[in-house]
């Protein structure tokens, strides 16, 4: 049996952080302690780095299949396993669009096939992610679904996205909503505000996306049953959240790094790399959202992964796709901004990009422990680094953060037992 110790690092537990080794036999975690023994092990002399448990990224787009010029799972897997994340769920807005078994099917083969991180298809809602019809969920979990999603697409239909939060609870899936209302958006391309106006771009107001948060809110509570919000964006969404949690209501939410280091200001520079739906918003937004990851109003971090190719940016901004290339860049964004800028530990930071992802859709994963599943990061907290986009394995180099200064290098990715991603 395949054996590796990963010996004298920082390990970062639930609630602690303590110096331990790490003894991996085959795809499971063998033992946690001190002095561990080395007979047999591939040894990773982990002295100044710290291991998280395998980040895991419930909100990506792959591409694969149909838009493989702008990014595949091999491509994809590549830029997971180089961010430290261990496990991905790619979103369905495919071509065909992931509303079957055959393309759920296909996705989790392909992904068995590249043999990098763990891939985790998420089904869509509606057929064609058309919001008429709903897909058969049922058949998609058989093959492999862990969610159902139309993201890119809101269920603009009251009455299906109840009968989808009713449909998919009965085969232990829950629906991840993309909240806009497309009445309000009304081919908006940044937030509504000073920004927007300065540029002469049309903007999207906050209430699009909070409106329809809201009415997943109340049927979640109506219902009593489980759903989970798509990257957050807006203070008012937080305030929504946060008082329905306090009733009780069976919600969990995500946002993205852009929403918690970015505010509007950055379009000034009309560069596409900026654009992304929902849109950067303004600095109270920006306060909100981290007040949210601090209080749990917000339960994780994920990158919305949206990689395209350079052809789909370098146009005039109404015109450009929305996106950004986010797998490469997430957690050392978080790790800068919310660690070491003092708004929540270690942690607290790994549950937020993996154990609460873990949870909420009942994933395997997520800590470190004696049995547990042999996915582990190793990263060097004190290695300062300029992004360079440049330097990306995801197809879509587009990214607002080109050239910034961040902290938290990721040294080593390890996906059962077998290291993925050695820097």
């Known amino acids: 049996m395949r054996k590796l110790l990963i010996r004298g690092g920082e390990a970062v537990f639930g609630g602690r952080v303590e110096r331990a080794d790490i003894l991996v036999e085959g795809n499971k975690i063998a033992a946690v302690g001190t002095n561990l023994p080395a007979e047999g092990a591939e040894v990773i002399e982990a002295a100044g780095l710290t291991v998280f448990p395998g980040l895991i990224d419930m909100h ?80 998609m979990k058989e093959a492999g679904a862990v969610a159902v999603s139309d993201d890119g697409r809101p269920v603009a239909d009251a009455r299906i ?146 990689p395209h190719h350079a052809d789909e940016k370098n146009v005039e901004y109404d015109l450009a796709a929305f996106g950004i290339s986010g797998l490469e860049t997430s957690f050392a964004l978080s790790y800068t901004a919310l660690v070491k800028g003092g708004l929540m530990s270690l942690s607290a930071l790994a549950d937020k990009m993996s154990g609460a992802p873990a949870r909420i859709l009942g994933l395997e994963g997520g800590e470190i422990k004696a049995g547990g599943a042999a996915d582990l990061m190793l990263a ?20 607002p953060f080109d050239g910034r200064k961040v902290w938290g290098a990721v040294k080593y990715t390890i996906v059962d037992g077998e290291i993925k991603f050695r820097a």
Request: charged share 25%; hydrophobic share 35%; net charge negative.
């Open 60 to 139: 990506v787009h792959l591409r694969e299949p149909g838009f493989e010029y702008k990014e595949d799972i091999a491509s994809g897997s590549a830029a997971a396993v180089a961010g430290g994340f261990t496990q991905v769920c790619c979103m369905p807005n495919t071509d065909p669009v992931c509303d079957n078994a055959a393309v759920v099917g296909y996705i989790a083969a392909r992904a068995k096939q590249v043999g990098l991180c763990k891939v985790h298809p998420i089904g869509a809602i509606t057929k064609g992610e058309k919001g008429e019809t709903l897909s058969e969920m049922g058949k």
């Open 161 to 306: 996205m109840r009968l989808a939060m009713e449909y998919a609870s009965g085969f232990g899936l829950i629906c991840l909503s993309h909240c806009e209302d497309k009445s309000l958006a009304d081919g908006g391309v940044v937030n509504e505000g000073y920004s927007g106006t300065l540029a002469g771009l049309k903007g999207i107001p906050r209430a699009a996306e909070e409106i329809m948060l809201a009415r997943e809110i109340i049927l979640a509570e109506t219902l009593g049953k489980r759903v989970h919000i798509c990257h957050v964006s807006t203070k008012g969404g937080v305030q929504l959240l946060r008082e329905a949690k306090a009733r009780g209501v069976a919600v969990t939410a995500e946002t993205c790094p852009h929403y918690f280091t970015l505010t509007d200001d950055v379009i000034a520079s009309f560069d596409a790399d900026t654009k992304v739906n929902p849109p950067l918003r303004e600095e109270e937004d920006v306060a909100a959202i981290r007040k949210g990851l601090q209080d749990g109003t917000l339960d994780c971090i994920v990158t919305d992964h949206a």
């Open 380 to 399: 060097d907290l004190n290695e300062e680094y300029v992004i360079d986009s440049k330097k990306f394995r995801s197809k879509g180099k587009n990214t």
